[in-house]
């Protein structure tokens, strides 16, 4: 579209990860440096924890980019799965053809492949993407397949990437032993002003630019302000803005240009669209909360319940018995009454009371 206008030879804003456009910023560098400490060091797991857009998917693909044929990866993308389905998926990554849908099955399968790969000296690594939406369950599945090792390391390395919600996630109770077996957790934040000045010339550059000024200089700060740094934010405005710049006519991309782009895109500054994420974050963790809290109390309220059934379970047959007792009496109490009135002649003898007189 814009290519030859601006003399390009690739679109350097492109939306779909490419590790060939990946900018080495410290936070990027430092955790693609953790995903290849968890592989040659053979050291269990490790969690990449970053918001949407902020580049986990590109390192994951440069990390993938520079193994060698010694390294056999699963990468899971597709989280929204159940124990089984999730164990079909990797023995399928792992270019293994699901046994059957027995989970038996499966597990020695996966268990005897591992093994296998060891013994030719492999070394064998599970990526799963978008791990925010596995289930307590699939996190269990995969705890499990980190215990294989042998004295001295683990056989599979299991690198965990998500959204913030993985750390919620694994900081929940249930997951306390899945959490002692991480060995390395990062953060991914969005880039710096000036880092996301560096960003944007970088892939520029990557994709032919033989100028640095095709956006002006002040118009930096104004992209930094309405993206916070996060690289996928980034790529859209600065797409934008420079199709706005090309419809225009434009050799360059000025304030004016960028302002227009935010507009189409009815962006509104960062802060105040992270203040809404979070927001709503705290809203679905207290409704979360509240949940539990309603399960546990209604669980609370249906043993009490149930205790008060039991307790009339037991005293049932006294009760019973009681009333078998006082149909008796009031059936003695009727032939007395028929008998004095055969006696004295009296039809309505006085009422015989209970209780004192």
């Not at 046994?99 to 000296?121: H, Q």
């Not at 979070?278 to 043993?303: C, F, P, Y």
């Not at 109490?333 to 006696?343: C, G, K, N, P, Q």
Request: with cysteine; net charge neutral.
């Amino acid at each position: 579209m814009y290519l030859e206008h601006y003399k390009l030879g690739e679109f350097p804003f492109q939306l779909t990860p490419d590790s060939d456009f990946m900018y080495p910023s410290k936070i990027h560098s430092r955790a693609k440096a953790y995903m290849d400490y968890a592989i040659w060091n053979r050291d269990g797991f490790v969690v990449i924890t970053g918001e949407v857009g902020a580049g986990k998917t590109t390192i994951i693909q440069k990390f993938l980019s520079e193994l060698d044929k010694s390294v056999v990866v699963a990468k899971i993308f597709q989280t929204q799965l159940n124990e089984v389905e999730f164990l079909q998926a990797v023995l399928t990554e792992f270019g293994i053809q699901p046994p059957s849908t027995n989970k038996v099955d499966i597990m020695n399968a996966l268990n005897a492949f591992l093994l296998d790969c060891y013994a030719r000296s492999k070394q064998l690594v599970l990526i799963v993407d978008e791990a925010q939406n596995l289930t307590h369950g699939v996190l269990e599945e995969i705890r499990m397949l980190s215990g294989l090792e042998t004295r001295k390391e683990k056989i599979l390395h299991v690198i965990l990437v998500g959204q913030p919600e993985l750390k919620d996630k694994l900081e929940s109770p249930e997951m306390a032993q899945l959490l002692q077996r991480v060995r390395l957790r990062f953060h991914l934040r969005g880039l710096t002003e000036t880092e996301s000045h560096d960003y944007i010339l970088h892939r520029l550059r990557v994709a032919g630019a033989d100028r640095d000024n095709i956006f002006h200089d002040n118009t930096f700060p104004v992209v930094y302000q309405y993206t916070g740094g996060i690289p996928r934010l980034i790529n859209t405005l600065c797409d934008t803005a420079m199709t706005c710049a090309y419809a225009d006519d434009l050799q360059s991309v000025t304030v004016s240009v960028v302002k227009t782009a935010i507009e189409e895109l009815q962006w509104v500054p960062f802060s105040r669209r992270a203040k809404l994420v979070s927001m709503h974050r705290l809203v679905a963790v207290e409704d979360k909360q509240g949940i539990a809290r309603l399960l546990r109390d209604n669980t609370q309220l249906m043993g009490t319940v149930g205790d008060k059934l039991k307790m009339l379970d037991t005293i049932a047959p006294a009760l019973v018995g009681v009333a078998n007792r006082m149909n008796a009496i009031e059936g003695q109490l009727r032939r007395i009454a028929d008998h004095l009135e055969s006696v004295t002649g009296v039809s309505n003898p006085p009422q015989v009371k209970s209780g004192k007189q």
